[in-house]
């Protein structure tokens, strides 16, 4: 199966540590997308890459948050100095073209972060 | 502004009982785009089907069919003949303008019992 690849799928940490997940999407497309989803909500936008450039941040991503796509491949979110309201699913997705121009996102499985 | 709204929070059904979503969406675009994802326990958002602004075409796809009316801004989703299977939370997100970003309603969570 070659779809949008998470890991760590699962973390535990204490409140004030660094976590950091990786995102592996699709082969050959070249937007990336980072989503959380809080339980009993919808996922909610955070950042998306087109290759290796960050063109647009939600303002739910503060200044712990920093995504990262330096080769236009894999992905990289780490949440500095974590914090219990961190605690969430923390989805990545990937497409070959624009969400606006009809272009179909495939997520992944999701990593789960538990700050305790 | 853009809004999904899935007023269903949760539904119960016996299998082989037809169940409709219901999805209302608020948006200023003329050219948009409306999706179904289904979320089932492991976590990972299945996409179902996509649908833009000027294709009113109903669609159906096995047992799962789609009414899109944009009289009154509703993507509704009905599978019919439930079955166990189909249990899972189900999303209905929109995109549109010129932003590149997915807005998600609350979900429904369907649950179908044997």
């Known amino acids: 199966d070659t779809g949008v690849s998470q890991d760590p799928r699962h973390k535990i940490t204490k409140r004030g540590q660094n976590v950091t997940f990786r995102c592996d999407p699709i082969?050959?497309?070249?937007?990336l997308y980072w989503y959380r989803q809080t339980l009993g909500q919808g996922p909610e936008f955070l950042t998306y890459?087109?290759?290796?450039?960050?063109?647009?941040k939600s303002r739910l991503l503060s200044n712990r948050f920093s995504a990262e796509r330096p080769k236009g491949s894999f992905s990289t979110l780490e949440i500095q100095r974590t914090e219990q309201g961190d605690s969430a699913m923390y989805l990545c997705?990937?497409?070959?073209?624009?969400?606006?121009?009809?272009?179909?996102?495939?997520f992944g499985e999701g990593s789960w972060l538990t700050v305790v | 502004a853009q809004k999904v709204t899935q007023a269903q929070t949760e539904i119960s059904v016996v299998e082989k009982e037809d169940v409709t979503l219901d999805c209302v969406y608020e948006?200023?675009?003329?050219?948009?785009?409306l999706f179904w994802y289904k979320q089932p326990p492991s976590g990972e958002l299945v996409f179902l089907i996509r649908?833009?602004?000027?294709?009113?075409q109903n669609e159906i796809s096995g047992r799962y069919s789609w009414n899109f009316q944009k009289s009154t801004s509703s993507f509704n989703f009905t599978i019919t003949a439930s079955q166990v299977v189909d249990s899972a939370v189900y999303f209905c997100?929109?995109?549109?303008?010129?932003?590149?970003?997915?807005?998600f309603g609350t979900g429904t969570r369907l649950q179908v019992f044997p």
């Open positions: 890459f087109q290759n290796e450039a960050q063109l647009e």
């Open positions: 997100a929109l995109s549109g303008g010129n932003t590149d970003k997915l807005i």
């Open positions: 082969s050959e497309h070249n937007r």
């Open positions: 948006t200023r675009d003329t050219t948009y785009y």
């Open positions: 997705a990937s497409s070959l073209g624009t969400a606006f121009s009809g272009n179909t996102i495939y």
């Open positions: 649908r833009n602004s000027f294709d009113e």
